[in-house]
């Protein structure tokens, strides 16, 4: 998929060191998440159907830099507060204007420049 295809090049640039990646639903977080990790990725991914000790997993191992991609639903990413988070992608466009303020809030706290991408299809 061309979406994917995109990202992909995205991520292998090293100014991509620690990424949250946003996506609608939790089956295509997970879909994503194992496209990403089948790839080569360390991604690691956090949507309601997750227990929350797999949920507090992923978190700890992108706090800890042992995973490089937290992929998302916006439910779930709610007042989690993560630093030196260099981008937000947003995968999935937001369903409102409050999501996507929140999600690019994500990035660029305490003083630190961050970036946000948002995939939009044609």
């Known amino acids: ?22 996506g609608e639903t939790k089956h ?21 159907d997750k227990t929350q000790p797999k949920r507090q997993r992923a978190l700890n191992e992108f706090k800890r830099d042992d995973v490089q991609i937290l992929v998302a639903t916006d439910v779930a990413a709610r007042g989690l507060d993560i630093p030196n988070v260099s981008h937000v992608i947003n995968y999935d466009i937001p369903k409102t204007y409050d999501d996507y303020i929140h ?8 003083g630190n420049v961050g970036k ?3 995939f939009v299809s044609r």
């Open 1 to 22: 998929e061309y979406k994917l295809e995109q990202l992909h090049e995205l991520l292998i640039e090293s100014e991509f060191s620690k990424v949250r990646i946003f």
């Open 103 to 110: 999600r690019l809030g994500r990035t660029g706290r305490a």
């Open 28 to 48: 295509g977080v997970e879909r994503l998440t194992n496209n990403l990790i089948d790839r080569g990725f360390k991604a690691a991914s956090i949507h309601g």
């Open 116 to 118: 946000a991408l948002t």
